[in-house]
């Protein structure tokens, strides 16, 4: 019995010993972390809220990271990681494995830190081909020291997590260049750039021949060794139709009465040359293939058959002495008295070269005079001339070769209210002959200074010739 009482006793002391264990250890746990417990790897076991931040404040601060380039180090401020107050470490007493969030600030703070840097950067060079006058050759790329900063910042952010990042050599994050020297495809093209301009190639131009050179042939390409469209349209513009064109060129008449050759501006509307758009595409495509003598006949615009030198068919209109003379095949065919603008320079027959745009009968000529009022007379031959504009290029000045019912006895009926307003005046009957002997396209010359004393000022370009060399 006494033994029975005796065990009773201490399982009922034992009982009071483990509830107060308990009871103590969950006390204790209202202000202590569990055994074993830690955050960030760190140990927070049975530490207080206060030792446990304590401990935490150590690693959780901001710290400098050194950026070093070639020349220089940069220093930055990494910013505290995690949000760390007492309060929420105090939340997760419970928890054996505490868990701490990410300061949200920390990557604008770092993208910002990063922003106010001045690296020095220089963007690298590309590796290209260079002409060195025979052949082509690479010329090695630039290095570049332009810095990716979204890479930096990212491998900041990812480095300060990790506990790792004290240094960082800028140079792991320079921005390659696209093409370096070893590049496959500009080795390629330097075999192909190499090849272009050992060929050789002749264009044919209405019968003319012109050999390309190797630096002609050279200046087709880019740096990366392609055949370039805008750089083929400027050899074709500025030099090739300069030189073989008869657009551009002046065009040279001899005066069938004294014999002297004049030099005028050409009309632009009178001759040839190429056409640049047709004439580039076409050398893009003949240029990529292999022969290694090409001929390439290049299209062009206009009547090749029309040359600046005018010696068979032309209009002569001679102001000095109001006289038209129409040639056919070096021999004149007609011969007539003709009434040009009247006195005043506004309404002048310009002088130069024109050529006839086109024919047109039974029509009416309308338009207004130098004093407002409006004219409108009816014609049953009309020729208008395409004159020379301003910017080189032809236009209608609304001049032109028509019949009318004038009196023609008098070389000075122009300066009477006989004269015109820019056209050439002809007798009816003589204008059915001129009618008969010209076409389209046909030259006019138009000579003399007779409004040099005339009053008004020119409203159309004025060219007197010059006696060529």
């Given at each position: 019995?006494?033994?029975?009482?005796?065990?009773?006793?201490?399982?009922?002391?034992?009982?009071?010993?483990?509830?107060?264990?308990?009871?103590?250890?969950?006390?204790?746990?209202?202000?202590?972390?569990?055994?074993?417990?830690?955050?960030?790897?760190?140990?927070?076991?049975?530490?207080?809220?206060?030792?446990?931040?304590?401990?935490?404040?150590?690693?959780?601060?901001?710290?400098?990271?050194?950026?070093?380039?070639?020349?220089?180090?940069?220093?930055?401020?990494?910013?505290?990681?995690?949000?760390?107050?007492?309060?929420?470490?105090?939340?997760?007493?419970?928890?054996?494995?505490?868990?701490?969030?990410?300061?949200?600030?920390?990557?604008?703070?770092?993208?910002?830190?990063?922003?106010k840097l001045d690296f020095k950067e220089q963007p690298g060079e590309n590796a290209k081909l260079s002409f060195n006058g025979n052949i082509w050759e690479i010329i090695p790329e630039g290095k570049s020291t332009n810095v990716d900063h979204k890479k930096l910042?990212?491998?900041?952010?990812?480095?300060?997590?990790?506990?790792?990042?004290?240094?960082?050599?800028?140079?792991?994050?320079?921005?390659?260049?696209?093409?370096?020297?070893?590049?496959?495809?500009?080795?390629?093209?330097?075999?192909?750039?190499?090849?272009?301009?050992?060929?050789?190639?002749?264009?044919?131009?209405?019968?003319?021949?012109?050999?390309?050179?190797?630096?002609?042939?050279?200046?087709?390409?880019?740096?990366?060794?392609?055949?370039?469209?805008?750089?083929?349209?400027?050899?074709?513009?500025?030099?090739?139709?300069?030189?073989?064109?008869?657009?551009?060129?002046?065009?040279?008449?001899?005066?069938?009465?004294?014999?002297?050759?004049?030099?005028?501006?050409?009309?632009?509307?009178?001759?040839?040359?190429?056409?640049?758009?047709?004439?580039?595409?076409?050398?893009?495509?003949?240029?990529?293939?292999?022969?290694?003598?090409?001929?390439?006949?290049?299209?062009?615009?206009?009547?090749?058959?029309?040359?600046?030198?005018?010696?068979?068919?032309?209009?002569?209109?001679?102001?000095?002495?109001?006289?038209?003379?129409?040639?056919?095949?070096?021999?004149?065919?007609?011969?007539?008295?003709?009434?040009?603008?009247?006195?005043?320079?506004?309404?002048?027959?310009?002088?130069?070269?024109?050529?006839?745009?086109?024919?047109?009968?039974?029509?009416?000529?309308?338009?207004?005079?130098?004093?407002?009022?409006?004219?409108?007379?009816?014609?049953?031959?009309?020729?208008?001339?395409?004159?020379?504009?301003?910017?080189?290029?032809?236009?209608?000045?609304?001049?032109?070769?028509?019949?009318?019912?004038?009196?023609?006895?008098?070389?000075?009926?122009?300066?009477?209210?006989?004269?015109?307003?820019?056209?050439?005046?002809?007798?009816?009957?003589?204008?059915?002959?001129?009618?008969?002997?010209?076409?389209?396209?046909?030259?006019?010359?138009?000579?003399?200074?007779?409004?040099?004393?005339?009053?008004?000022?020119?409203?159309?370009?004025?060219?007197?010739?010059?006696?060529?060399?």
């Amino acid at each position: 019995m006494r033994l029975l009482k005796s065990k009773v006793g201490f399982f009922l002391a034992l009982t009071v010993l483990i509830f107060l264990a308990i009871g103590g250890y969950q006390i204790y746990r209202k202000s202590h972390f569990a055994c074993g417990a830690s955050v960030l790897g760190k140990s927070i076991s049975l530490k207080t809220v206060d030792e446990a931040y304590d401990i935490l404040q150590k690693t959780n601060h901001p710290f400098k990271v050194s950026l070093t380039g070639a020349d220089e180090t940069y220093t930055i401020i990494v910013p505290v990681k995690y949000k760390l107050t007492k309060n929420l470490l105090r939340k997760q007493l419970p928890e054996k494995r505490v868990e701490l969030s990410k300061n949200p600030k920390f990557n604008r703070e770092i993208k910002a830190a990063l922003a106010k840097l001045d690296f020095k950067e220089q963007p690298g060079e590309n590796a290209k081909l260079s002409f060195n006058g025979n052949i082509w050759e690479i010329i090695p790329e630039g290095k570049s020291t332009n810095v990716d900063h979204k890479k930096l910042e990212n491998t900041l952010v990812q480095q300060a997590f990790a506990g790792k990042v004290k240094t960082l050599k800028l140079s792991q994050f320079f921005i390659p260049v696209k093409i370096t020297a070893k590049d496959p495809t500009l080795k390629k093209r330097l075999q192909a750039a190499n090849k272009l301009v050992q060929k050789k190639v002749i264009l044919d131009v209405n019968d003319q021949k012109v050999e390309l050179t190797k630096d002609i042939l050279a200046s087709f390409l880019n740096s990366e060794g392609k055949l370039d469209s805008e750089k083929i349209t400027t050899y074709l513009t500025n030099k090739l139709n300069s030189e073989v064109s008869t657009f551009d060129k002046d065009v040279l008449w001899t005066n069938p009465n004294d014999g002297v050759t004049y030099q005028f501006l050409n009309n632009h509307a009178w001759g040839w040359d190429i056409k640049i758009k047709d004439a580039t595409k076409l050398l893009q495509k003949e240029l990529t293939k292999n022969d290694s003598v090409q001929t390439i006949n290049l299209p062009i615009d206009g009547d090749p058959k029309q040359d600046f030198i005018i010696t068979s068919d032309f209009v002569w209109i001679n102001l000095l002495d109001q006289t038209m003379h129409v040639y056919r095949g070096g021999s004149e065919a007609v011969l007539t008295r003709i009434i040009s603008g009247r006195n005043n320079k506004g309404t002048a027959t310009s002088p130069g070269f024109h050529t006839i745009g086109y024919k047109k009968t039974d029509t009416k000529l309308e338009g207004e005079m130098l004093d407002g009022s409006k004219y409108s007379v009816p014609v049953k031959y009309f020729e208008p001339l395409q004159s020379r504009g301003a910017d080189g290029n032809f236009y209608y000045t609304g001049i032109g070769i028509h019949d009318s019912n004038k009196d023609y006895g008098s070389v000075d009926a122009w300066m009477s209210n006989a004269g015109s307003n820019g056209c050439i005046n002809t007798p009816p009957d003589a204008m059915e002959q001129v009618w008969a002997q010209t076409y389209p396209g046909m030259p006019v010359i138009i000579t003399g200074d007779r409004y040099a004393n005339s009053p008004g000022a020119y409203d159309k370009p004025v060219d007197l010739g010059r006696v060529a060399d």
